[in-house]
């Protein structure tokens, strides 16, 4: 396995569609994941994510 190492500084996280028809509530495909992202405590794990990424 090889492995990569990145300069700190310069390296990016991308979320795409966090807060519109996936992730809201009221999104149109929301309910279609609801049960999954409570099972495998999406939105716990993407707020450890950020602040991760934010203390970096």
Avoid: W
Wanted: proline share 4%.
């Amino acid at each position: 396995m090889t492995t990569v190492s990145y300069e700190p500084g310069r390296i990016g996280l991308l979320l795409i569609d966090t807060v519109n028809d996936v992730f809201s509530e009221k999104g149109k495909a929301y309910p279609a994941y609801k049960e999954e992202f409570e099972r495998i405590s999406t939105f716990e794990n993407l707020k450890r994510l950020l602040t991760q990424c934010h203390v970096a």
